[in-house]
């Protein structure tokens, strides 16, 4: 029997934080479920997500994994506290906005936090901005969860979407960008070339590195060997195609 560690993203976003993931733990097995098919969550009311999160990660829990990454942020600041509660002894790890590394890399400027409505709407981003909410400007990614989950990524539309949301932020002093959304990272490029001295900041590594050492701590790597992916998706096998694209373009 293989000790699977599952990720689950309304889509394809959570693939970069996989991709970060598998980079830091090569031996591990790992089980991802996108749920392209709803996606995306961001503009749906919280009763929603909260039901099609649970609906997902129920589809992990079925297979047994050893943990669990809510590879979004958006089901993270939804749901990840029910599934805790009903979860004690269960490894859950969970993403918000890298607000707080972006605070401390601003000198004198401004933070644009690029999320979901959904994220910027709920309760742990108030939470967030209470600690490091100074001089942060929240911008929801309108459309942008669509072109990345429509393969769009470097396409003319999604430059032209990104323009439309950022263009006005572009004659102000903005120091740093955090990418708070799991699709978000796919778009860096051009985001990096509209603001080339801002710094870009996003939650992968954190999530990583706090998925290995509760692994560790618990004893729960896994060996030898070679580890792998078992891709999974409500939107059929396009979806899986794209998840394993997307997959191989990170570096
Ligand atoms: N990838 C997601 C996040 O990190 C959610 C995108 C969506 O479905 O709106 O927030």
Do not use: W
Not at 41 to 58: M, V
Not at 118 to 123: G, I, K, P, W
Not at 175 to 184: M, Q, S, Y
Request: hydrophobic share 40%; charged share 25%; net charge neutral.
């Amino acid at each position: 029997m293989k000790d699977l560690i599952g990720f689950f993203d309304s889509g394809v976003g959570g693939i970069s934080v996989l991709h970060t993931a598998r980079r830091l733990m090569p031996n591990e097995h790992f089980l991802f479920y996108g749920d392209n098919l709803n996606a995306p969550y961001g503009p749906r009311p919280l009763e929603e997500i909260r039901a099609l999160s649970a609906a997902g990660i129920e589809k992990l829990l079925e297979r047994d994994v050893k943990a669990i990454v809510i590879a979004c942020n958006t089901a993270t600041s939804a749901y990840a506290e029910i599934i805790r509660a009903q979860r004690p002894d269960m490894i859950i790890v969970g993403m918000e906005p890298a607000l707080k590394p972006a605070h401390f890399a601003r000198h004198g400027g401004q933070v644009i936090v690029l999320a979901t409505d959904a994220t910027l709407r709920l309760e742990k981003f108030e939470r967030l901005m209470a600690l490091y909410g100074k001089g942060v400007v929240p911008v929801v990614g309108e459309g942008l969860v669509e072109l990345v989950e429509g393969g769009k990524a470097k396409s003319p539309e999604a430059a032209t979407q990104l323009k439309k949301l950022l263009g006005p932020y572009r004659d102000r002093q903005i120091d740093a960008i955090v990418l708070g959304c799991t699709h978000f990272p796919f778009l860096a490029e051009p985001i990096q070339r509209m603001f080339p001295r801002a710094r870009l900041f996003d939650g992968r590594e954190g999530t990583a590195q706090r998925l290995k050492s509760l692994l560790d701590e618990r004893g729960l790597r896994s060996g030898d060997g070679p580890g792998d992916v078992e891709y999974q998706s409500s939107g059929g096998e396009a979806s899986v195609q794209l998840m394993e694209r997307l997959m191989g373009e990170l570096n």
